[in-house]
C-alpha cells in the first residue's frame, strides 16, 4: 500500500481570487439598484430580480411581483453567478494589471467591462438566458443597473488588489 500525502489545496489564481471578491460587489450593488428601480418603475422591488429566474421558470417568472424563495432566491443565484463570470473574466484580462490598480482607470476599465457585459447580454445571448430585468426596468434604470455593475466590478477589483505589487 501507498501512502498519498495530504497537500494543502492550492490556492485560487489571482483572477479568480479577484473576480470572486469583485463579483460580489458588483453583484451586490446592482442588485441594490434593481431593488430600488423595480420599486420606482413597476411598484415591486423583487420583480426584476425575480425576472432573472426565467432561465428556470420561463415567462412565469415576469409575472411574479413579490418575494418568493422559488423566484427571488433563484433570481439571486444566477444574477450572482452571471456577475462573477463577467468579474472573473475582467480580472483575467484587465482588473489585475498594474495600471488598472489607481480608481480611474478601474472605473474606466470597469465601465468598459459593463458595457460589453451589457452588449452581450442583449445582442448575443439568446432570449432564455438574458438577465430578464429588461421586462420590468425603463432603458434609464437599465443604465443605473449596468453603472452599480460597473461601480461594484471597481470596487472589488480595487479591494483584491490592495497592497499587491
Known amino acids: 500500500m501507498t501512502r498519498r500525502s495530504l497537500s494543502p489545496p492550492r490556492p485560487p489564481s489571482p483572477a479568480m481570487r479577484t473576480g470572486l471578491i469583485a463579483g460580489g460587489a458588483a453583484s451586490f450593488l446592482s442588485t441594490l439598484v434593481l431593488l430600488w428601480r423595480g420599486e420606482r418603475d413597476v411598484g ?65 476599465g470597469a465601465a468598459v467591462a459593463s458595457a460589453v ?28 443597473v449596468y453603472a452599480g455593475f460597473a461601480l461594484g466590478l471597481a470596487a472589488g477589483c480595487l479591494a483584491a488588489n490592495r497592497g499587491r505589487r
Not at 44 to 63: I, K, M, Q, V, Y
Not at 86 to 103: D, E, I
Not at 121 to 141: A, I, M, N
Open 117 to 144: 457585459a451589457c452588449t452581450v447580454d442583449y445582442t448575443l445571448t439568446p432570449k432564455r438566458f438574458t438577465p430578464g430585468f429588461e421586462h420590468h426596468l425603463s432603458k434609464s434604470s437599465m443604465v443605473l
Open 44 to 108: 415591486s422591488c423583487s420583480a426584476p430580480t425575480n425576472a432573472t429566474s426565467h432561465w428556470l421558470w420561463r415567462d412565469e417568472a415576469f409575472g411574479v411581483h413579490v418575494p418568493t424563495w422559488r423566484h427571488t432566491a433563484t433570481g439571486y443565484v444566477i444574477h450572482h453567478g452571471t456577475a462573477t463570470l463577467w468579474a472573473v473574466l475582467y480580472a483575467w484580462l484587465h482588473g489585475n494589471r498594474r495600471r488598472a490598480r489607481s480608481v480611474p482607470a478601474a472605473l474606466a
